[in-house]
C-alpha cells in the first residue's frame, strides 16, 4: 500500500511538473498542457520569472553565417512582426510605412550635413546640425533594415518567441 502511495505521488509530481513546461506551436501559439496561452498571459509569465524580453535574432535564415545580420526584438516587436507576416497586405503596408519614413529621414540628415558644409566654408557652421543629420541618417537606416519579406517576419517572430519559451522552460 505504501508502495503504491508513492507511486501515485511521484506519478502526479512528474505530471504536474510536465503541465507547467511550455511549447511554442508556430503563429504566436504557446501551450502549457493542454492550455492555449495568450501572449499577455505569456508576458506576464515572463514577469514573475523576471525573464528578459530584449533578445538578438537573426534577421533570415541563411546558409552563410557571417552574412546573417541581427536585429533587436522586443515582446511588442515580436507581437507586431507576428501579426504582419500573416499576410501580404499586411507585409505591404508595414514595409511601405518603413520605406516612408527611412528614405526622406535619410534624404534629410544628408541635407543637414551638407548644408553645414556650406556654412563651414563661410565660417558660420556649427556641431548642432552636423549632429541632427548623423542621428537622422542612422534612424533612416534603422527602419530600412526593418524592411524584409513576409517569411522573414514570420522567422523573426518564430524565432524570438522560441527562444523566450526555452527561457521560461530553463529558469
Known amino acids: 500500500m505504501k508502495l503504491l502511495t508513492t507511486i501515485a505521488a511521484v506519478l502526479i509530481s512528474i505530471s504536474a511538473h510536465s503541465q507547467e513546461k511550455l511549447i ?83 534624404g534629410l540628415g544628408a541635407g543637414l550635413i551638407i548644408w553645414n558644409i556650406g556654412d563651414y566654408a563661410d565660417g558660420e557652421g556649427d556641431w548642432v546640425r552636423p549632429a541632427i543629420g548623423v542621428s537622422l541618417e542612422l534612424a533612416g537606416l534603422v527602419m530600412l533594415n526593418d524592411v524584409s519579406a513576409r517569411s522573414n517576419h514570420k522567422y523573426q517572430s518564430d524565432v524570438y518567441f522560441e527562444m523566450l519559451v526555452s527561457r521560461y522552460n530553463n529558469k
Do not use: H, W
Open 24 to 106: 511554442y506551436q508556430g503563429d504566436g501559439i504557446i501551450t502549457q498542457g493542454q492550455d492555449t496561452l495568450s501572449l499577455e498571459e505569456f508576458k506576464g509569465m515572463c514577469l514573475e520569472k523576471r525573464i528578459v524580453k530584449y533578445q538578438k535574432v537573426y534577421r533570415s535564415p541563411s546558409f552563410f553565417p557571417f552574412f546573417r545580420r541581427e536585429i533587436g526584438m522586443t515582446f511588442n516587436k515580436a507581437v507586431k512582426k507576428s501579426f504582419v507576416g500573416q499576410t501580404k497586405r499586411e507585409t505591404t503596408k508595414y514595409n511601405l510605412q518603413k520605406i516612408a519614413f527611412g528614405f526622406p529621414s535619410i
